[in-house]
């Protein structure tokens, strides 16, 4: 088995970026989801509620990035990170972390695209946002994902289910930072520790999908699948796909990289 693909998404609920290589965080790949939009609540935004967040395409430009508004063929360049600002204490789901508020004309353009009144954070790395405690060994922390800091997929189990739709589907569907080919279809459901090139990982629980992965990536149109599909082969009664992970060792991860599976779980829900 070896890497596929690697990707990062710089602002939560956007489109990722595809990168030969990557830092390995302990909140996990460096640059990923280190962006945010809030509400005038300071609660995070989602593509949950909000699908217009899939029109726009980034790529990486000098030291840092650039988006590019699909419709209107408008950009913005964004740097990695920002050292200064107006802290706020802002939500994502059950959590709360410290963010730091960017540059007003940011907030303005992105709220004049997608049309609702929003504001771009960035988390600093003094702001710790643990992962629930039956999936970690210590004080793991993850960045503004929505719980851990990794997901890992393989392509046999995205082939596996396209085997059973009407109209296959991209990977991209799933929002996965590791892709890897190799293997059976559903086995990174049964990692526990493992490595990819010289960094070590420990495997977590099955990734639990909701209405997102319906949306047509380019498109933003919505269906039923693939999650009535999904919904026919449960693991423990969830509707799952892809495996959460974190990184227990961290050096630089590259495409082609071998992976080797340590240990297994007797269970994809065994807890750390």
Known sequence: MFLSDIII???????????????????????????????????FITIRQHHEMLFFDLHIEGNGFVIKHRKSGDTLELPWEIDHGKEVKVTVWDDSAVAIVGRGEW????????????????MPDTSKRHIKKDWAKADEIVSFADGYPLLVIGSASLA????????????????PNLVFEGG??????????????????????????????TLDPITAEGGKEPLLTLSKQKVDNKVVF??????????????????????????????I
């Open 9 to 43: 998404y710089p602002i939560k609920s956007f489109p990722g970026v595809r990168i030969n290589e990557s830092k390995v965080e302990q909140r996990g790949l460096e640059h990923d989801r280190r962006w945010m939009l809030i509400d005038e609540n300071d609660k």
């Open 107 to 122: 907030s303005d353009w992105l709220s004049e695209k997608l049309d609702i009144d929003c504001r771009l954070v960035y």
């Open 160 to 175: 596996d289910l396209n085997g059973k739709l009407e109209k296959k589907i991209t990977i991209d569907r799933f929002r």
């Open 184 to 213: 059976t279809a559903y086995e990174e459901f049964t990692w526990g520790e493992f490595r990819i090139g010289e960094n070590k990982f420990q495997g977590l629980k099955p990734c639990a999908r909701c209405v997102v992965i």
């Open 242 to 271: 892809g495996q959460h992970a974190y990184a227990t060792e961290f050096g630089v991860i590259k495409v082609d990289d071998e992976i080797e599976i340590l240990n297994y779980k007797d269970s994809p829900y065994d807890p």
